[in-house]
Each structure stands twice: as structure tokens, then as C-alpha cells.
């Protein structure tokens, strides 16, 4: 995507950054931007926690977090904890959120793997000063549990993509 925005002409400067490390975040894009927007990370362990450690540095104090995820990604299981916690230690505040069917034009229930999905966009105000290393205040047991669930899914990952033998029987 990176080469077609360029083509255009039309950008001064652009960047890649690969999320999922604060404490390497680049000097340039912290406290930077009025909007932050993601869509498609917030899912079942394909970025952690951090992802929103991210969102905060690179948003300027005052400015807009947005991000959409599957009714199945929020909850108790996953982003609900980190993002209460944000809440309550006064870095970022809800202002608004709505809920919509990703695939809402399906005509029927499901074709192959796409179904009509209950989503959520969230819309968050940044509060806190402006950071320019990352907060770690979040609960240890539930950071650990997210590093050890995405351990987990990568090690079964790679299970499955491996060739799997079934020994023949003795005759």
C-alpha cells in the first residue's frame, strides 16, 4: 500500500512501522497525531494490549482513538480488562461507540467463511499528558495471560501447519 501512496505523488513523507514494541516506538510519531484509527488488529491475539499503548503515544493529549473489533474480541476473555483500566487511571475516556453487522449485505447466513458479524466501533478521547515512553500499569495476571493465550495460538499454529504421520498398526 505503501508503494501505491507513494505513486500519487501527494504525501511528503512515508513511513512503516511494524506495532507491537512501545518501548520502540519512533520519537517522531509520539504525541503526533489528533486522530488514531485501526481496524482489523483488535482480533484474537493478532496484536496484544500494547496495540492500545501505541494508540496513546502517537495520539496528542486531546485527540481521538477509534477502533472497530468483533463482538467476539471484546470481553472478559480479552480487550475488555486493558481497556477499563485505561478508563480508570484517566488516559483516555469513551465518547461514543456504535454497533453494526460486518457482511450485513449477505443474503443468506454464510457464505463460506464470512457471516454476518456483530461489530463495535469505539470512540475514545485522549486525557492523559503527553507520554513519550509507555505506561505499563496493566494487571499482571492479565498481561501474562495474554502473552502465554498468544504463545499458545502461535505453538498450535505451527503444530498444524506441520505434516502430521499417523504411525501404521502392527500386523
Excluded at 19 to 25: K, R
Excluded at 45 to 64: A, P, R, T, V, W
Excluded at 105 to 115: C, D, T, V, W
Aim: hydrophobic fraction near 35%; include cysteine; charged fraction near 30%.
Amino acid at each position: 500500500m505503501l508503494e501505491e501512496a507513494a505513486n500519487k505523488g501527494i504525501y511528503k513523507e512515508l513511513d512503516e512501522y511494524q506495532l507491537g514494541n512501545p518501548e520502540d516506538f519512533p520519537e517522531k510519531f509520539k504525541n503526533q497525531f489528533d486522530f488514531v484509527t485501526c481496524a482489523g488488529l483488535v482480533n484474537n491475539n493478532h496484536m496484544d494490549y500494547l496495540l492500545f499503548e501505541e494508540m496513546l503515544l502517537s495520539c496528542k493529549q486531546g485527540g481521538y482513538i477509534i477502533f472497530a473489533a468483533r463482538f467476539s474480541y471484546m470481553g472478559k476473555y480479552w480487550y475488555d480488562d486493558v481497556i477499563q483500566e485505561m478508563h480508570n487511571s484517566m488516559r483516555w475516556k469513551l465518547l461514543a461507540t456504535e454497533t453494526f453487522f460486518k457482511y450485513d449485505k449477505l443474503e443468506e447466513i454464510s457464505i463460506g467463511r464470512f457471516s454476518k458479524t456483530p461489530c463495535k466501533v469505539f470512540v475514545f478521547q485522549k486525557l492523559q499528558e503527553d507520554i513519550r515512553i509507555h505506561v505499563d500499569k496493566i494487571n499482571e495476571s492479565l498481561k501474562n495471560f495474554l502473552k502465554n493465550k498468544s504463545a499458545i495460538q502461535s505453538k498450535m499454529a505451527s503444530l498444524l501447519s506441520t505434516k502430521m504421520v499417523t504411525p501404521k498398526p502392527k500386523e
